[in-house]
């Protein structure tokens, strides 16, 4: 049986005790965890980035959660397409299980019949305090979090997030995504096309909200910036090279 995967190999025992940052480190974060208007980004009708919103004890506080969920029964393992080809990320499902191969939610995962965890309140109520800083959203109550951790030569094609339920999607009920580690270059558009997507850099803290007439907005992944990941989290946490990504759903 392969060993669970350690989203933090650098992780130190002595890490264990602390919450948060050391003092110096809060100092050189100033700022960055701001909800002001400077912060807010309306980068399409019903599409919100706001900038730096997860404050930099709460960014440790959840790759601390996701390496023990992660490492634990259903937790991170590399999905595949429906030809067998792997995903170039790895994945794990809280609250409801999502297959990559049928494009569905199920209580458990197909291939070992494991349960998905339940979402920490911890992160649901992260999610759902960026979900009420924008007025434009109805507020939702998370069943599904999906959580992905892509390295450096991790990518995710422009897709639609589709498989929730259709009351869900007819109502136009936002997804929320969290981005912790290395900045990534999101793309976003209304077609498939790579040519005609937007690019929006995603960096460790931002939060983007999608609803509305944006809800099945395509979008995806094309890289992970190398060594984009703050100081202060790698000596924290020991967090790997990558990016890790939280997206909050209501089926």
Request: net charge positive; charged share 25%.
């Amino acid at each position: 049986m392969s060993q669970p995967f350690d989203l933090c190999p650098g992780h130190h025992e002595s890490m264990k005790a602390k919450t948060t940052m050391p003092e110096g480190h809060k100092k050189r974060k100033a700022g960055e965890s701001s909800t002001d208007a400077a912060s807010v980004q309306h980068l399409r009708p019903g599409m919100v980035l706001l900038k730096g919103f997860v404050k930099p004890e709460d960014q440790i506080k959840i790759v601390r959660m996701c390496r023990q969920l992660g490492s634990g029964p259903g937790g991170f393992y590399r999905p595949s397409h429906k030809n067998g080809a792997k995903l170039n990320l790895w994945m794990m499902s809280l609250g409801k299980n999502w297959d990559s191969t049928t494009r569905s939610y199920g209580p458990t995962r197909p291939f070992d019949g494991v349960q998905a965890p339940a979402i920490l309140e911890a992160l649901k109520t992260m999610a759902q305090a960026a979900n009420a800083t924008v007025s434009e959203f109805p507020q939702i109550n998370p069943d599904i979090c999906i959580v992905n951790y892509y390295t450096n030569s991790g990518k995710l094609g422009l897709h639609q997030d589709k498989d929730e339920s259709k009351g869900s999607i007819d109502q136009g009920l936002p997804f929320i995504s969290i981005s912790i580690g290395d900045t990534a270059e999101f793309l976003f558009g209304v077609t498939r096309d790579r040519d005609k997507a937007t690019k929006v850099n995603l960096e460790s803290g931002d939060v983007l909200i999608l609803g509305g007439e944006s809800r099945l907005l395509f979008h995806g992944v094309s890289h992970v910036k190398t060594n984009t990941t703050p100081t202060w989290l790698k000596e924290e946490t020991g967090l790997r090279p990558g990016r890790l990504n939280l997206t909050f759903r209501q089926y």
